[in-house]
C-alpha cells in the first residue's frame, strides 16, 4: 500500500476513534466508522443499539444510511468505510450490498467478525461484490476502547 493511502487510513480511522468514545456516555459498545467519499466523511456514527434499542444500530449500518442518504443512492460508490472493529455478519453484507469498494478497519473481531476472523463475507467469491479490504490499522488504539469499556462494566 502507498505511503499517502496508509496515512490517509490512520487519519480516518483515529477520527473514527474519536466517534467510538461517544458512545459509552448512552451505554452502547464503543466501536464507530465514517464512511469517506472525495475525501470527506458522508456518513459518521458510532453504535445506538442500547440508546436505540435497535439491533441493527451498528455503527456501520448508521453511517450507510447517511452516506446513502448524502449520495443519494444505494451504492455507495467510490467511498472506503473506516471502522474501529472488523465488521460482523450483518455490517459485512450491507457493505456488500451497498457495493461499498474499499472497507479499513482496527481491531480484528476473532468473536464475531466476518472479514475473516470467523467469517469472511467480504471476500465470499459467490457473492457479486469483494471489496478491498485492509485490517489492523491503528489495531492497539481500537482494542483498547473496548478492553477499557468492558473492564469498567466488570
Known sequence: ????RQTDDQ??????????????SHGDVPIAALVVHDG??????HNERER???P????EIVALRAAAAA?????VLDST??????????CAGAIVLARVPRVVFGA???????????????????????????????EAQCAALLTDFFEERR
Do not use: F
Not at 473514527?16 to 458512545?23: C, D, R, S, V, Y
Not at 470527506?40 to 456514527?45: D, E, F, S
Not at 441493527?56 to 455503527?59: F, G, P
Open 71 to 75: 449520495l443519494g443512492s444505494w451504492r
Open 108 to 138: 480484528w473481531d476473532p468473536k464475531a467478525g466476518a472479514a475473516g476472523s470467523v467469517l469472511d463475507i467480504l471476500s465470499e467469491p459467490q457473492l457479486n461484490h469483494r471489496p478491498e479490504v485492509v485490517g489492523g490499522v491503528l
Open 11 to 24: 487519519r480516518w480511522i483515529s477520527e473514527a476513534i474519536e466517534e467510538a468514545a461517544l458512545a459509552p
Open 56 to 59: 441493527t444500530a451498528h455503527a
Open 1 to 4: 500500500m502507498d505511503e499517502k
Open 81 to 90: 468505510i473506516y471502522v474501529t472493529l472488523e465488521p460482523c455478519a450483518m
Open 40 to 45: 470527506r466523511v458522508i456518513g459518521r456514527a
Open 52 to 54: 436505540h434499542g435497535d
